[in-house]
Every structure is written in C-alpha cells, then in structure tokens.
C-alpha cells in the first residue's frame, strides 16, 4: 500500500501544548453538487451551512483575539483535500466540521462528535463510510487520495496507523461540546468516538466532526431547520469552544509565566505534609483547581479529595494533588482524579515551585 505518506498530514511533535488558539477553521461539509444527508425537505449541506455561519459569527462578535476562517460560506462544492488545506495554510489551531447524520432506522435522533481515530466496525462506521464517501464526487479522486476507497473496510486500516497527535485536545474538546449539546441544547448525546475520517486525517491540527442531529429523524429534522434549532445548536457549539478555549488558554499561561513567587505550602488543616524530596528533583502533580483568593484546602471544599497542597503562582492559587516522579504515573493518577475533576491536568515542580511541564518532560529524559 502507497498511501500512507502524503494522504496524511504530518504529525509535527510540537501537539499544541503551550499555545494559544488565534485562528479556528469552520467547516460546512458538503456543499455544491455533493448535498450530503438528503431529509424529506431538507438537505445537509443547507442545514450545515446555516449552522457553521452562526458558529462562526457567534466566535467573531464575542471573542476579537480569534480569526475565524470559513472553508465556504456559500452553497459551493469544495473537495475534501481542500478544506484540510485551507486549514493547514491557515496554521489553524482548531478545525470544525459541521455535518447532520442520517440513519435508515428513522427514529435515530441525536448528536455524535467524532475525531480522528482508529478504525472501528461498529454502527459509527456508517458515518465514517458516508462523510468519506463524499470524494467519489471530486475529480480525480483516486489520484489525489491515493487509492482510498471510502467503502472498502481494508483501506481504514491505515487509520490505526497514524500517530495521533491531535488525539487527546480532539476529545477535549468535543467533550465540551457534547456536554453543551446535553446540558444546554438539551439533545441526545452520543459522546465524543473515534472514525478514520479523511477530512480530519489531513489537517495538522486538532480537529472534530461534529454530527448535529439526524436529517433521517422528522423532528429533528424540523428541529434543524428552524431559526431556533440552529441557534441553540450553534451556540452550543460556541459555548463547548470557548470552555476549550479558556482550558487551553489557561494552560499556555501556566507554562509561560515566570514563577519568581512560587511557593509550595503545607495546607492548613491538613495533617500530611508533602513528601520531603531530594533537591532539584522534578516532581509531577495534578492541577485541580486554581483562585485568586486562597481558599481551604479541606477535603470538603474539594470533593472529598484528601491532601490537597497550594502552589502560589503569581496572584493565583494552584491547588494540585499527588507528587509522582514518573511523568508517566502522574498521567494514570490524573485520569482517575478526572472523576471528579474533569479539567484536571498534570503540572511539573522542582524544588517547590511549578515548572513548565514541557522542561521537566525534557529534564526527566535526559
Ligand atoms: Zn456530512
């Protein structure tokens, strides 16, 4: 098989970490002669068109530090390869592909993010098939995706592959989103699944699809159709972003501010002292929290969670959990403190104050 070299963008190993989001992509899938999903009145190219515009102007009247770049605002075609270059030329730090599902079961309702991931035959696999199956429309599409068949399970085999660097902030963020669409949106929610999906596999960037509702659904097509319906969705959208946006921003700040006054505290209150470490060793902790002002460190103002420490950072309060010299524990450690706090985050010490994460990374291997 040839295929694996230039269909795929590159993963570049710098995953985003410590950057900023300045430029997102907002993708309206299908358009032109490709209309996607066809409803019994609607199509899903209009219905992810109309979506995306309020997306995207949601993001440019309320956040003016992000450029917002659309990959159509018309009922234009625009093959797929295209759409990941528009993107990629961009440097984007975020690509969002708007579509509607359809099911041949028609009481199917809901919505689905998907990202990037590994080859899965389960019913998801049908929406993979089908928003891939969009480049047996485009010219020369055997040439230009190498031999891909978007029908043949053989040719997802390669999704499995590829290195998955935009995995983790993909699944962060169509997480807010998903939740936006359960909490807010009050819609059916699927989760946040992994699809071999073409559009996604050749941006560099992180990237989701985000499947709105079911065009096959009457009601939800009706839903999608209104003025309403595609306001409360789109600015479920918004909302899943800018949580993304304040996480990611949060982060970037964290590993960049000077941290001349760090300074790691026992708790009040709190009966176990931090473990005594040999100086000038890098130590790796959970983020859960951080204030202005300083708050207790009980284990009633943090969910039951027990030991929790304060590192001054500046005018803020972190207050993290655990202290793990492997990097690689310290991840384990986080995802069982996710439970109860989902934006929880690995942070690195060294002699009781916070490091950015990406130098201890480097100092542990070295
Ligand atoms: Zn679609």
Same mark, same amino acid.
């Given at each position: 098989? @040839?295929?694996c070299?230039?269909?795929?963008?590159?993963?570049?190993?710098?995953n985003?970490?410590?950057?900023?989001?300045? @430029?997102?992509?907002?993708?309206? &899938?299908?358009?032109?002669?490709?209309?996607? $999903?066809? *409803?019994?009145i609607?199509?899903?190219?209009?219905?992810?068109?109309?979506?995306?515009?309020?997306?995207?102007?949601?993001?440019?009247?309320?956040?003016?530090?992000?450029s917002?770049?659309?990959?159509?605002? %018309?009922?234009?075609?625009?093959?797929? +390869?295209?759409?990941?270059?528009?993107a990629?030329? $961009?440097?984007?730090?975020?690509?969002?592909?708007?579509?509607?599902?359809?099911?041949?079961?028609?009481?199917?309702?809901?919505?689905?993010?998907?990202?990037?991931g590994?080859?899965?035959?389960?019913?998801?696999?049908?929406? $993979?098939?089908?928003?891939?199956s969009v480049?047996?429309?485009?010219e020369?599409?055997?040439?230009?995706? /190498?031999?891909?068949?978007?029908?043949? @399970?053989?040719?997802?085999?390669?999704?499995?592959?590829?290195?998955?660097?935009?995995?983790?902030?993909?699944? /962060?963020?169509?997480?807010?989103?998903?939740? !936006?669409?359960?909490?807010?949106?009050q819609?059916?929610?699927?989760?946040?699944?992994?699809?071999?999906?073409?559009?996604?596999?050749?941006? %560099?960037?992180?990237?989701?699809?985000?499947?709105?509702?079911?065009?096959s659904?009457?009601?939800?097509?009706?839903?999608?159709?209104? /003025?309403? *319906?595609?306001?409360? =969705?789109?600015?479920? =959208?918004?909302?899943?972003?800018?949580?993304?946006? /304040?996480? =990611?921003?949060?982060?970037?700040?964290? %590993?960049?501010?000077?941290?001349?006054?760090?300074?790691?505290e026992?708790?009040?209150?709190v009966?176990? !002292?931090p473990?005594?470490?040999?100086?000038?060793?890098?130590?790796? %902790?959970?983020q859960i929290?951080?204030?202005?002002?300083k708050?207790? @460190?009980?284990?009633?103002?943090?969910?039951? !969670?027990?030991?929790?420490m304060?590192v001054?950072?500046?005018? +803020?309060?972190?207050?993290?959990?655990?202290?793990?010299?492997?990097?690689?524990?310290?991840?384990d450690?986080?995802?069982?403190?996710?439970?109860?706090?989902?934006?929880a985050?690995?942070?690195?010490?060294?002699? &009781?104050?916070? =490091?950015p994460?990406?130098?201890?990374?480097?100092?542990?291997?070295?």
């Open positions: 098989m @040839t295929f070299c230039t269909l795929f963008a590159a993963g570049s190993g710098d985003g970490v410590g950057k900023r989001i300045r @430029t997102i992509v907002i993708d309206a &899938g299908h358009g032109g002669k490709d209309p996607g $999903a066809v *409803g019994k609607a199509k899903e190219k209009d219905l992810a068109l109309a979506i995306a515009l309020k997306v995207g102007h949601y993001v440019e009247e309320n956040m003016k530090d992000v917002v770049i659309y990959t159509r605002k %018309s009922d234009v075609a625009v093959d797929l +390869w295209k759409r990941a270059e528009i990629n030329e $961009a440097e984007a730090d975020l690509f969002i592909s708007i579509h509607v599902n359809a099911h041949t079961r028609t009481s199917a309702r809901g919505t689905l993010t998907l990202v990037l590994q080859h899965r035959s389960d019913e998801n696999f049908d929406v $993979a098939v089908r928003e891939n480049i047996l429309l485009e020369d599409y055997k040439t230009i995706y /190498e031999g891909f068949n978007p029908e043949s @399970t053989e040719s997802y085999i390669m999704f499995s592959l590829m290195q998955k660097t935009y995995f983790k902030q993909s699944i /962060e963020f169509g997480a807010f989103v998903q939740k !936006q669409f359960k909490e807010r949106a819609r059916r929610d699927f989760g946040v699944r992994e699809q071999g999906l073409l559009v996604l596999a050749q941006t %560099s960037m992180p990237g989701v699809l985000i499947e709105t509702g079911f065009i659904n009457a009601e939800e097509e009706k839903y999608l159709m209104t /003025e309403y *319906g595609q306001d409360v =969705i789109a600015s479920a =959208i918004y909302r899943g972003f800018r949580e993304y946006k /304040e996480e =990611i921003d949060r982060r970037s700040n964290f %590993s960049s501010v000077v941290r001349e006054e760090s300074v790691i026992k708790a009040p209150g009966e176990v !002292q473990a005594v470490l040999p100086a000038n060793q890098v130590v790796f %902790s959970i929290a951080s204030s202005k002002n708050i207790s @460190t009980d284990p009633s103002s943090f969910k039951g !969670q027990k030991e929790v304060v001054q950072d500046g005018r +803020w309060f972190k207050y993290i959990v655990g202290q793990e010299v492997s990097y690689r524990k310290a991840l450690r986080c995802l069982v403190v996710k439970d109860d706090f989902p934006d985050f690995v942070v690195a010490l060294k002699n &009781g104050k916070l =490091i994460l990406n130098d201890a990374i480097i100092e542990i291997n070295r």
